[in-house]
């Protein structure tokens, strides 16, 4: 492992350092199973925003403190006002925002699943670029157990693995909890570890990861992500505008110069476009 960096945004819900090129993000009330609330929505966005900032960060793991990675929305929070008629319920308040993906953030993202993953946690497997999950690891959406519409998670999930399995996990809500297992072979996670492995095959991801080109991988991952609101000819188009684009990036001549001199490549980070 690289040695590590003084940390970023810091709290004590959200914890932020870095290693080398890569930022860890912990989800951290273990004692609340990680459920989330506004200000840890607000303190996410603003650890997208520093990690989007910085140039030496190339790729992100986020996970959870303690026995799960996220247990939803917190209800306790909620009975105390996080639902009240000058909260959430306002008809007029905006969706929630705390997500790589909602906050525009394109560097590539590694979530490690190490427990319970539910409700509103799932936006994390939704808008995350490689999940793996420890073998302990569940996936359910108890929405409709709380009496609350379940839609964004599910409309996110559809993208990503059959519209049996999404349709299944809201009717059956809490009853039944998906295994990690039936989530990698529904393709909703992409690796399945021993609970001990989890965040060591997460840091190896995350340093092969950060070995691309910081900008063409960048530029890679919000144009497949920003695809997904396009037609099929519409989203070709962008593709290859990107890809012509790329062109006047040093970075296209660093590597295949890199590659026939068989040494590193030496990448120039110039940041968003």
């Given at each position: 492992?690289?040695?590590?960096?003084?940390?970023?945004?810091?709290?004590?819900?959200?914890?932020?350092?870095?290693?080398?090129?890569?930022?860890?993000?912990?989800?951290?009330?273990?004692?609340?199973?990680?459920?989330?609330?506004?200000?840890?929505?607000?303190?996410?966005?603003?650890?997208?925003?520093?990690?989007?900032?910085?140039?030496?960060?190339?790729?992100?793991?986020?996970?959870?403190?303690?026995?799960?990675?996220?247990?939803?929305?917190?209800?306790?929070?909620?009975?105390?006002?996080?639902?009240?008629?000058?909260?959430?319920?306002?008809?007029?308040?905006?969706?929630?925002?705390?997500?790589?993906?909602?906050?525009?953030?394109?560097?590539?993202?590694?979530?490690?699943?190490?427990?319970?993953?539910?409700?509103?946690?799932?936006?994390?497997?939704?808008?995350?670029?490689?999940?793996?999950?420890?073998?302990?690891?569940?996936?359910?959406?108890?929405?409709?157990?709380?009496?609350?519409?379940?839609?964004?998670?599910?409309?996110?999930?559809?993208?990503?693995?059959?519209?049996?399995?999404?349709?299944?996990?809201?009717?059956?809500?809490?009853?039944?909890?998906?295994?990690?297992?039936?989530?990698?072979?529904?393709?909703?996670?992409?690796?399945?570890?021993?609970?001990?492995?989890?965040?060591?095959?997460a840091a190896g991801l995350a340093e092969k990861v950060a070995t691309g080109s910081p900008d063409a991988l960048r530029s890679s991952i919000k144009t497949i992500w920003e695809s997904l609101d396009?037609?099929?000819?519409?989203?070709?188009?962008l593709g290859y505008q990107r890809v012509q684009d790329q062109y006047a990036h040093p970075d296209s001549e660093e590597g295949p110069r890199a590659f026939v001199e068989k040494r590193p490549p030496?990448?120039?980070?110039?940041?968003?476009?």
């Amino acid at each position: 492992m690289t040695q590590t960096s003084e940390p970023g945004t810091t709290s004590d819900i959200v914890l932020f350092e870095r290693k080398g090129h890569v930022a860890y993000l912990t989800l951290n009330r273990p004692e609340r199973l990680n459920a989330l609330t506004w200000e840890l929505f607000e303190i996410l966005r603003q650890a997208w925003a520093e990690i989007d900032a910085d140039p030496e960060i190339r790729v992100v793991v986020l996970t959870g403190a303690g026995s799960a990675f996220c247990a939803g929305a917190d209800m306790v929070a909620r009975t105390e006002g996080f639902g009240t008629d000058s909260d959430i319920r306002k008809a007029d308040r905006p969706m929630p925002t705390f997500t790589a993906r909602h906050c525009r953030m394109y560097k590539p993202v590694i979530t490690a699943v190490n427990g319970v993953c539910a409700g509103a946690g799932l936006h994390f497997v939704v808008d995350s670029d490689i999940v793996i999950a420890a073998s302990s690891a569940t996936f359910t959406d108890t929405h409709v157990n709380v009496g609350q519409v379940t839609a964004l998670e599910p409309i996110g999930l559809s993208r990503k693995i059959p519209l049996g399995a999404v349709l299944r996990m809201v009717a059956m809500g809490k009853t039944e909890r998906m295994t990690a297992q039936r989530a990698y072979e529904l393709g909703m996670v992409t690796q399945v570890v021993d609970d001990v492995d989890l965040m060591n095959t997460a840091a190896g991801l995350a340093e092969k990861v950060a070995t691309g080109s910081p900008d063409a991988l960048r530029s890679s991952i919000k144009t497949i992500w920003e695809s997904l609101d396009l037609g099929l000819e519409d989203a070709l188009v962008l593709g290859y505008q990107r890809v012509q684009d790329q062109y006047a990036h040093p970075d296209s001549e660093e590597g295949p110069r890199a590659f026939v001199e068989k040494r590193p490549p030496e990448w120039k980070v110039l940041g968003p476009s």
